[in-house]
């Protein structure tokens, strides 16, 4: 059996993950193509984050310029930093001492930092950084919105069935990235997160299924 996908149609694909199995759908959107990652898991948000003057020694900016500092995770843990502007948010440089003091070891080393209101429908101003990984900075973090958008939405005065956030990275790396991040909640749970965005069509192939599956097939993409 040979099963020809046109380009034009909409694309389906389950990635089995370390986190559980992700949805990727893929379909064409004005003239281009747009993918968007779902995962039905449960978020983390554990206490113990770092104070405000601890991430602010990290982020080499003046504590009053940060608003709040929280955990969150989708299957990779995360600090989330939430600072006043845009301009703190470019400003900002690792101080590699004081990271290795207080976050190296912590239950996320990864920090995430961002510019924005954090309200269903908000736009996000966001870098990342995660040398535990030997990732200077990330021009978009995909598990990091993740994580943002279903803590959001966990909160007990949200009330609503979706919970959306736009989130701008990248920018500074003159690679700018825009990600659209959802959360559905159902009887006040959150029961999956979503993170998509413009994909680019770079390579095509066929995958030939062995003789000893039910069906063998050729998948032209």
């Known amino acids: 059996m040979k099963q020809h996908v046109r380009l034009s149609d909409p694309v389906q694909l389950i990635l089995e993950e370390n986190v559980g199995p992700v949805t990727v759908d893929v379909a064409q959107r004005n003239g281009g193509f747009h ?6 898991g449960e978020i983390e948000a554990p206490t113990g984050a770092p104070s405000l003057t601890e991430l602010a020694a990290v982020l080499s900016v003046e504590p009053a310029e940060v608003n709040q500092v929280f955990f969150a995770g989708v299957g990779v843990p995360i600090c989330f930093a939430q600072l006043n502007s ?6 900002a440089a690792i101080n590699r001492a004081a990271w290795a003091a207080t976050r190296a070891r912590a239950w996320s080393p990864h920090i995430f930092f961002f510019a924005g209101e954090l309200r269903d ?21 995909g598990s990091a919105c993740a994580a943002l958008v279903g803590a959001m939405a966990s909160k007990h005065d949200f009330g609503g069935t979706a919970y959306r956030l736009s989130i701008q990275q990248g ?3 003159g690679r700018r990235n825009e990600i659209e991040a959802e959360a559905r909640k159902s009887g006040g749970v959150v029961t999956s997160v979503s993170v998509g965005g413009a994909t680019a069509y770079i390579a095509s192939g066929d995958i030939e299924v062995p ?9 032209e993409i």
């Open 121 to 141: 429908g908000g736009k996000l101003y966001a870098r990342m950084w995660a040398p535990a990984l030997g990732v200077e900075e990330d021009l978009a973090t």
């Open 171 to 173: 920018v500074l790396m």
């Open 86 to 91: 845009n301009e703190v948010v470019d400003r």
């Open 211 to 219: 003789p000893s599956a039910l069906v063998s097939q050729t998948v």
């Open 35 to 40: 993918g968007t990652l779902t995962l039905s």
